[in-house]
């Protein structure tokens, strides 16, 4: 949910800052962990018989194959680039903070993670259903430029994230669900298989955001489309699949403030939102406008399942 300690987050210290040269240590390890046990699954599985029909029968047992079903796991690490938040409420708040940074924090607790479900229902095309739980956290001390009224009042030239929120964040969390269509490229070896991939879907944030002085919203909600965008290679082993991923998501956030504070389930949160949605009546803490624009390297496990080779 929070970032605060009863949720795994340390407090009163200084939040880490992102680092690419962390990021790309990391992601190397990942990707060194990944190629390893490529690497064993490959030696346990492979026969010792060097005879041509067996390999033969090998590269047809692992090659794609029409009507291919996968359901797989993954984590990873994002990137969300600085982004405008505004917030408008009647003739009390309409202003903007501009170039909010954003952290993720993807192995702090809730991690980034995700689950997905491809059908190729042809050796070259396919699609998949893609779930995606990330985290966007504001950095609080940063100052920025503020444009806007404030309480009916100029608002500050300028001010940190700290000075005006009490919380600024979906932590629980820059949720999104994309439907995708799917294109494998032609492969490089028996084993490995590029694709691509493009898609569309919601966003499904578990939003926490009090301006100070004003009761908080947190829960969770629907807050916009998303689109995404992808790009990766597949490492095929007997019945299962490593992948590594680079993904582009794009998600504009109009978010309404409604000053609840939840301890519901999604579902519960958005029948709450939509039958306020139906009443036309404005949410009471007024309306958050940004956009979340985010590169992400992803890597996973995927469980095939296909028909059995004549």
């Known amino acids: 949910m929070s970032s605060s300690s009863a949720f795994g987050h340390r407090t009163g210290l200084p939040a880490p800052r992102f680092s690419w040269a962390r990021a790309v240590d990391v992601a190397g390890s990942v990707l060194a962990i990944v190629a390893l046990g490529g690497w064993a699954v490959m030696q346990a599985t492979t026969p010792t018989d060097d005879a041509a029909a067996a390999r033969a029968a090998a590269e047809l047992r692992d090659a794609p194959r029409p009507r291919e079903t996968a359901f797989a796991f993954y984590g990873g690490i994002p990137r969300t680039l600085p982004s405008d938040v505004s917030i408008q409420k009647g003739d009390v708040h309409d202003f903007t903070i501009r170039d909010v940074q954003w952290e993720g924090k993807p192995f702090v607790n809730p991690i980034y993670y995700g689950v997905r479900s491809t059908r190729w229902q042809t050796p070259r095309s396919g699609a998949m259903l893609d779930f995606t739980h990330s985290k966007a956290i504001s950095v609080r001390d940063v100052r920025h430029t503020i444009t806007g009224t404030m309480g009916g009042q100029p608002a500050p030239a300028e ?63 629907y807050a916009g489309p998303v689109g995404q965008a992808l790009a990766g290679i597949e490492l095929r082993l ?14 504009p956030y109009d978010v309404p403030l409604s000053n609840t504070n939840s301890k519901d389930f999604l579902p519960q949160d958005l029948w709450r939102q939509f039958r306020a949605w139906l009443s036309g009546d404005e949410p009471p803490g007024g309306r958050l406008a940004t956009t979340y624009t985010s590169h992400q390297v992803i890597g996973g496990l995927a469980v095939r399942f296909a028909p059995v080779a004549p």
Do not use: W
């Open 159 to 221: 001010g940190t994230v700290d000075d005006l929120f009490g919380k600024l964040e979906a932590s629980h969390g820059h949720n999104m669900l994309t439907l995708n269509g799917l294109l494998r490229l032609p492969s490089i070896t028996a084993r490995l298989s590029p694709y691509v991939g493009l898609g569309a879907g919601i966003s499904l944030p578990h939003m926490e955001v009090d301006i100070k002085g004003e009761p908080r919203t947190y829960e969770y909600q």
């Open 238 to 251: 007997p019945r299962v699949s490593l992948f590594l991923e680079y993904k582009f998501t794009l998600a």
